[in-house]
């Protein structure tokens, strides 16, 4: 088998889907076309994981009973993480969008199996946490999929990961690693939404090396 040569025009490609990739909080109602999440989830199982482990548990939340138990958990956690702000800070804290809980049609949480059996261990004896690393690899390769497809993901960390656990029925024992928003963005950008709305901006030392 050959290994495919990437062109130069495949190589832009790549580079305007990692600057178009968004963390998207508004998005439209409508859902994605029947089978494009399977398309999606196929994809993201070709992430790298430990020891071949694929930890990573990708959960389709369905009932409005749970997505409204959800809901009010991100509610509350930002309510608190708004109550620990004061002044100007506070103030634009106050005014952020930070989920799309409301709108998107998808709603996925991923958990990651902190003792999978599959690959038998190998690679997590010095360093445990490899597992909930491949984990978040396939949610950054879902991500970039999804990116691909003209889909929008938005990652919702503002929970209680317990009571997430918990609402979502799920092995106490895996860890709640993320709760992501999926559909059509409502207006796509190529920058990211802290950045246009001046709470943070990207830094340019971050694109310099570090020697030694
Ligand atoms: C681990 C992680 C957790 C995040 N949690 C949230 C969140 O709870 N709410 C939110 O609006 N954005 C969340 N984000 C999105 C970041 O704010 C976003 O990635 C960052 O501002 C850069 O924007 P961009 O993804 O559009 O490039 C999270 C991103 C990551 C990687």
Redesign the pocket.
Known sequence: MTAPVFSASAQRDWETLLTW?????HFLTQPLPEGLLETLLHATCLAPSVGLSEPWRFVRVNTPERRAAIRQNFIRCNSHDLEGRSGEEAHRYAT????GLDEAPHHIAVFCDTAPLQGRGLGRATMPETTTWSA?MAIHTFWLTATAHGVGV??????NPAEATTTLSINPNWQFL?YLCVGYAREP?S?????RRGW?RRNAARRRWIDR
């Open positions: 990739r968004r963390d998207v909080r952020l969008k930070l989920s978040v938005g990652w919702v960390s503002i929970l993320a950008a920058t990211p939404e802290l950045e943070e």
